[in-house]
């Protein structure tokens, strides 16, 4: 995925899938891979994404 970063830990919010979460290089996006779940950042943040540590 060009223009993209993975995200190492983070829980997809709406599938639940572990490290499927990328990152626009902008920051203007997050985009699950898993099930293709996005969320664009507006004037409020982007939610908090869990992130699990082993």
Known sequence: MKDYKFIAGAICPACGEKDSIVLKNDDSQ???IACNFYQNKD???IET????ND
């Not at 994404?49 to 699990?52: A, D, V």
């Open 30 to 32: 997050i985009r699950c």
């Open 43 to 45: 004037k409020s943040t």
């Open 49 to 52: 994404i869990k992130i699990i």
